[in-house]
């Protein structure tokens, strides 16, 4: 793989149920943030990791939950679905924070809850 | 609050100059970004301003005016290509992003 990647391409969950969206980058990027896109909105930030062994809560983060065991992986959990949660999901990597450090990010996630 | 204003459908034609604007009010300023999304695909980056004036890179340029809490985002020589969603976003004083909605930009013949 090369760059930033995303599983599963698209979901269809039913409320109530726990889901992981995975994320893996091979760019050795010590930042990762996962965003939700809604229709007219912008992206909103739900969660962040500065680097491996950390996280932090973004603008949204109710209702989910992240880990970081490595440098490479920053899955994104939700704990019981509900459909407002419905959106496309984007996970994102830096080299670091600050200094306008460009934000690669993968093609996106587009989970339904019904 | 932390606001990032821009106009939600711009139209302009093939050959053409086009520009948009972006105002944003954020709690700190470290650096504002312009990314470009086609329907469907992920946000690219384009360009990143920390001080005032214009950094042109090929057929884009962005301008920034940190006093006016402004930027803007230059297209010339417009392609169909150009067509997509074009993202104005803020570096807070915590490092993070703050997004604007986007534009739309529709580019016709």
């Known amino acids: 793989i090369a760059g930033i990647t995303q599983a599963p391409t698209s979901q269809i969950l039913a409320a109530g149920r726990r889901m992981t969206l995975r994320c893996t980058q091979d760019m050795r990027h010590n930042a990762m943030y996962w965003y939700r896109q809604d229709l007219g909105l912008g992206l909103r930030l739900i969660h962040y990791?500065?680097?491996?062994?950390?996280?932090g809560k973004g603008e949204v983060p109710d209702g989910y939950s992240v880990s970081r065991a490595n440098t490479d992986d920053f899955p994104l959990t939700l704990a019981s679905a509900v459909p407002s949660q419905t959106s496309v999901y984007f996970c994102?990597?830096?080299?670091?924070?600050?200094?306008?450090?460009?934000?690669?990010f993968g093609q996106g996630t587009r989970l339904t809850v019904v | 609050g932390q606001n990032i204003d821009q106009p939600t459908e711009m139209t302009a034609t093939e050959g053409a100059i086009v520009q948009i604007n972006c105002t944003y009010q954020t709690s700190g300023f470290n650096g504002l970004f312009w990314y470009q999304q086609h329907a469907g695909e992920a946000p690219t980056f384009l360009s990143y301003n920390v001080l005032d004036g214009l950094e042109e890179k090929g057929r884009f340029s962005s301008f920034l005016s940190r006093s006016k809490g402004y930027s803007y985002l230059l297209l010339k020589e417009l392609q169909m290509k150009d067509s997509a969603s074009y993202r104005c976003?803020?570096?807070?004083?915590?490092?993070?992003?703050?997004w604007g909605a986007g534009t739309k930009l529709i580019i016709k013949p």
């Open positions: 990791s500065n680097t491996a062994g950390t996280t």
């Open positions: 994102a990597s830096s080299p670091g924070t600050g200094g306008g450090t460009e934000a690669f």
């Open positions: 976003a803020v570096e807070d004083s915590n490092y993070q992003l703050i």
